[in-house]
Each structure stands twice: as structure tokens, then as C-alpha cells.
Nanobody
Framework: QVQLVESGGGLVQAGGSLGLSCAAS????????MGWYRQAPGKQRELVATITNTGSTNYADSVKGRFDISKDNAKNTVYLQMSSLKSEDTAVYYCNIKTRSTYYVAWNDYWGQGTRVTVSS
């Protein structure tokens, strides 16, 4: 089992910045991908950004150039720095970790409880 504890989020004006963090604990295996997803009201959950155990990153097109994902491997903590925020970034942001011991087994998938980000225009 893996536990994810999120912090950050809140209310920010359009054009502003906000940071999220997520600390993972428990059975974090050798191969892992940590990241952030978000779900706006009435919409499906969507990927925001991910970072692998080797540091490779992936971003949704809608946040490229505005959001930055990073990770502290020693603390098993992933960060999302959001800037130039828009009203359409308003959503509940969920931390996620996928972890497995080898490439030949399925991922174990865990989710945080979510933290709300509201961007006022």
C-alpha cells in the first residue's frame, strides 16, 4: 500500500501562481510514475503532468509552459508549480502514483484525496 498526502491548493486570481505538493509513503517500488490529474465540475479526470523515477516528465498540452512538475526522490514528494493560472485550471487536483517492481508486472495505482484549486477571473 502507498499513502499520498497532498498539500497546497486554494483560491488564486487569474494570472497568479500556486504550488501543490504530494508526499508518498509506504511500498514505493523501484519503477514509479508520480503525477497530478485534475477533474473540473462536470468533466472527466484528466492528466496534468507526470514524472518518472528517472525524471522524465510529461505534460498536458493545456499546461505546457505554465506548469512545472518536479520531484524530491529522497522525500518521495512530487511538486506541481502552477503559474499564469487561468479560470479553466479550476478543478480538484489529485496526486497519483503508479508503482511496480519490474516491467513485467502490472502497475499498482494509488490516488490522493484531492485538493481544490480555484482560479478567479
Amino acid at each position: 500500500q502507498v499513502q499520498l498526502v497532498e498539500s497546497g491548493g486554494g483560491l488564486v486570481q487569474a494570472g497568479g501562481s500556486l504550488g501543490l505538493s504530494c508526499a508518498a509513503s509506504g511500498s514505493i517500488l523501484r519503477l514509479n510514475i508520480m503525477g497530478w490529474y485534475r477533474q473540473a465540475p462536470g468533466k472527466q479526470r484528466e492528466l496534468v503532468a507526470t514524472i518518472t523515477n528517472t525524471g522524465s516528465t510529461n505534460y498536458a498540452d493545456s499546461v505546457k509552459g505554465r506548469f512545472d512538475i518536479s520531484k524530491d526522490n529522497a522525500k518521495n514528494t512530487v511538486y506541481l508549480q502552477m503559474s499564469s493560472l487561468k479560470s479553466e485550471d479550476t478543478a480538484v487536483y489529485y496526486c497519483n502514483i503508479k508503482t511496480r517492481s519490474t516491467y513485467y508486472v502490472a502497475w499498482n495505482d494509488y490516488w490522493g484525496q484531492g485538493t481544490r484549486v480555484t482560479v478567479s477571473s
